[in-house]
């Protein structure tokens, strides 16, 4: 069993910054993939980035390209989003998730994940 929980959302406007943490418990940490999908109310939760279990290797989603930066300290069993130029579209909740087979081209999808968090709210003012 794997336990994550997202810190670090909040409101701030547009062009800001925030930056989300995901910190696990459990299981050990650096044998899992991790992701970041979000959610905005009436919408399907999407992927927004996922990394590797040593950090070499990320995924983004397009909307998020340049703007979003994925990074993970496994002493610390946390993975972090850097989030910079925020859009309203940002706006949602923001859930980490672990992915124990690691397979790259199956992070975009939500099924692939065996472990989630709670989510943390971000939402971004125009």
């Known amino acids: 069993q794997v336990q994550l929980v997202e810190s670090g959302g909040g409101l701030v406007q547009a062009g800001g910054s925030l930056r989300l943490s995901c910190a696990a418990s459990?299981?050990?940490?650096?044998?899992?993939?991790v992701g970041w999908f979000r959610q905005a109310p009436g919408r399907e939760r999407e992927f927004v980035v996922a990394?590797?279990?040593?950090?070499?290797?990320?995924t983004y989603a397009d909307s998020v390209k340049g703007r979003f930066t994925i990074s993970r300290d496994n002493a610390k069993n946390t993975v972090y989003l850097q989030m910079n130029s925020l859009k309203p579209e940002d706006t949602g909740v923001y859930y980490c998730?672990?992915?124990?087979?690691?397979?790259?081209?199956?992070?975009?999808?939500?099924?692939?994940?065996?472990?989630w968090g709670q989510g943390t709210q971000v939402t971004v003012s125009s």
């Open positions: 459990g299981r050990t940490f650096s044998s899992f993939a």
């Open positions: 990394i590797s279990r040593s950090g070499g290797a990320t």
């Open positions: 998730a672990a992915d124990q087979r690691s397979r790259g081209i199956l992070w975009p999808y939500k099924e692939n994940y065996d472990y």
